[in-house]
């Protein structure tokens, strides 16, 4: 092999590692907790241990999973109390995020129905949480605390998994969820903050009984 193609496939081996892992604990149903050893991941990967090691602390820095050196990787459950917990703190977070933005949005609608558009065209149910969760970082990244945004960013890997299984096995809740964000994108177009947290208020309800509540054509095995 050719030492060029050989340097390619080191660098690409870390992201392989990386979206295996993420993608793997992302479609984990909230309630399981699962732990990984590294040669574990290896196997299942068709990777070596070295490009696993590095997506893991990757991961680890995101959030994702608590690392145990050497060992593998602990990822915890999500349980209903983390639910309502995140839920709470994001009413928090996102009321007084438009409640800030909506006097003077500046470009921002426009970059929110945007996010929008992609949102509703990917059917990738990682994807589609990852857009909602660049809907919502934009708006509390606008709105100016960067303690605030740092800490929303915090709660990326619980809300992915809270979110993915949901939108993957309802479609007509991915149709809501899009509904609802245009609806929060159109009030701060419209300059309207009593508008807006209405809409946050209404989209952050549904969704924690979405959360709450098992997906269609599941019950009794979630």
Known sequence: MAPAKRSTEAMRAPELAYRWLRDTIVELPREQELFLTETE????SGLSRTPVREALLRLEAEGY???IPHKG??????TDRDVDAIMQARR????WSVTEVAP???QLPDALHSVIQQ??????????IAHDLEFHTSIIRTAGNPVLTDFYR????????MGVRIVTADSARRIQVVAEHRAIADALAAR????AVAAVRTHLSTTLASMTRPPRGTEGNY
């Open 65 to 67: 999973v608590r690392r």
């Open 154 to 161: 915090s709660l990326r890997d619980k809300q992915m998994r």
């Open 192 to 195: 309207d903050p009593e508008r």
């Open 92 to 95: 928090v977070i996102e009321e």
């Open 104 to 106: 003077d949005p500046g």
């Open 73 to 78: 990787a602990y990822i915890p459950a999500v």
């Open 119 to 128: 949102q509703e065209n990917d059917s990738d149910p990682v994807k589609f």
């Open 41 to 44: 991941i290896a196997e299942s």
